[in-house]
């Protein structure tokens, strides 16, 4: 099967959730078929490195999209009523890049990564190509959630937001062969936005072999929150466990340390780092494993969470219990809930850290044996993408037969 995967992000180096499942889609995928990949990059970090990329597909097509203009990108889209999202994902040389796979390799079906791909999939040069649309999750949803909880002209930007790509994502998902999302709560929430469309489940998972923790490594009484940490969530999920909840924990466990490990901090996030608190703010690293199996705890404190959040599944398999609030805990696989602990407001979720950071090393280990990782790797977890594909390409072979295409 030739197969056209779309994404709005290079998907590698595989260290944030976006280009995670990309990344191993794209791996998955390439085993037994032929991918073509047309990846937008927003800077030069996502194309440093490419070698990881090529041995996986037969064409690799890096569309830039220019930083400079995403402020009138932005207007722009504010001007015609496209989602803004969407309109920051504009860029001049995607329909050059489309245009050259179409012409070599005439692909039989197209995999678009997210409803801001899914436009270029129902536009010429592909047009005539079915498609299946991997949104991942309802991303509207979390935007009207965002707008609920912000005042002011941001919180009107984000209820446009939710408007406008809640009517999109209906109008994919409808044109899409198939509509993919992580999970339950993700599924029903599209099926009201389209009640026709065929939406299928293909979950996340995690990289159990590389995450799996050294025998030799010992472990600190380190908590450790994991994220991109310019994503608005992420940066007020790390502000709210330093300041609600992060005292108290001192005030049971004196010298506990709270890392906050992920990439691009934003000031507020910086501002957070406190020798006297024992924070530290790490900014970009090079691998967030080392982190993860030296801590005896992670922390999942985000208010705003759809789909699922990796970080979690990560942290299980690195052998490291997690703190959730009920929003992650909801879209959180069940095999991974036993290693969870929720707490839905900063007293309960200090008090779950600390409980957390007081277990021996038998006890954590037992905690997190409850937990059915086996299942959770990402070729178990993608096993039905490859056939959903097939089924998408071969709709179209069976319209042309009968003359329809």
């Given at each position: 099967m030739k197969i056209l995967y779309l994404t709005h992000r290079v998907p590698y180096a595989p260290n944030r959730g976006d280009?995670?499942?990309?990344?191993?889609?794209?791996?998955?995928?390439?085993?037994?078929?032929?991918?073509?990949?047309?990846?937008?990059?927003?800077?030069?970090?996502?194309?440093?490195?490419?070698?990881?990329?090529?041995?996986?597909?037969?064409?690799?097509?890096?569309?830039?999209?220019?930083?400079?203009?995403?402020?009138?990108?932005?207007?722009?889209?504010?001007?015609?009523?496209?989602?803004?999202?969407?309109?920051?994902?504009?860029?001049?040389?995607?329909?050059p890049a489309l245009e050259r796979i179409v012409r070599r390799r005439q692909p039989e079906v197209v995999l678009a990564y997210c409803s801001g791909m899914a436009r270029f999939a129902a536009e010429p040069p592909l047009a005539d190509i079915p498609f299946v649309l991997d949104l991942v999750d309802v991303d509207s949803l979390k935007w009207a959630e965002l707008a609920l909880a912000t005042r002011g002209p941001l919180g009107r930007v984000y209820a446009r937001e939710a408007q406008r790509l809640r009517a999109f994502e209906a109008r994919a998902s409808l044109a899409a062969r198939a509509a993919l999302v992580v999970n339950e709560r993700e599924r029903a929430a599209l099926v009201r936005l389209a009640p026709d469309a065929y939406v299928r489940i293909v979950p996340n998972g995690v990289d159990l072999e590389s995450f799996a923790p050294p025998a030799d490594v010992p472990r600190r009484r380190d908590v450790v929150f994991c994220g991109v940490m310019n994503y608005g969530p992420n940066a007020d999920a790390a502000r709210w466990l330093a300041r609600d909840v992060w005292p108290?924990?001192?005030?049971?466990?004196?010298?506990?340390?709270?890392?906050?490990?992920?990439?691009?901090?934003?000031?507020?996030?910086?501002?957070?780092?406190?020798?006297?608190?024992?924070?530290?703010?790490?900014?970009?690293?090079?691998?967030?494993?080392?982190y993860l199996w030296q801590a005896v705890a992670a922390a999942a404190p985000l208010a705003t969470a759809r789909g699922v959040q990796n970080k979690v599944l990560e942290a299980v398999a690195a052998g490291t219990p997690c703190v959730v609030t009920p929003?992650?805990?909801?879209?959180?696989?069940?095999?991974?809930?036993?290693?969870?602990?929720?707490?839905?407001?900063?007293d309960a979720f200090a008090v779950a850290l600390a409980r957390l950071l007081h277990l021996a090393d038998d006890e954590r280990r037992a905690l997190v044996a409850g937990a059915d990782l086996a299942s959770l790797g990402w070729p178990q977890r993608l096993a039905a993408l490859p056939a959903i594909?097939?089924?998408?390409?071969?709709?179209?072979?069976?319209?042309?037969?009968?003359?329809?295409?």
């Open positions: 280009r995670l499942r990309a990344f191993h889609a794209l791996r998955l995928l390439a085993a037994e078929h032929q991918v073509s990949l047309v990846s937008l990059a927003h800077g030069r970090e996502e194309t440093r490195d490419l070698s990881a990329l090529r041995p996986l597909v037969r064409d690799l097509e890096i569309v830039r999209v220019s930083r400079a203009g995403q402020a009138v990108r932005a207007a722009r889209g504010l001007a015609t009523g496209r989602p803004l999202t969407h309109c920051l994902l504009d860029a001049s040389g995607m329909r108290r924990v001192r005030r049971d466990v004196a010298d506990a340390r709270l890392l906050i490990v992920g990439a691009d901090p934003t000031a507020a996030v910086r501002a957070l780092a406190s020798p006297r608190q024992q924070i530290e703010v790490t900014g970009t690293v090079s691998d967030v494993r080392p929003q992650v805990a909801e879209g959180l696989p069940h095999e991974v809930l036993p290693a969870c602990v929720q707490a839905a407001d900063a594909l097939e089924a998408a390409a071969f709709s179209r072979e069976s319209a042309a037969a009968l003359g329809l295409a």
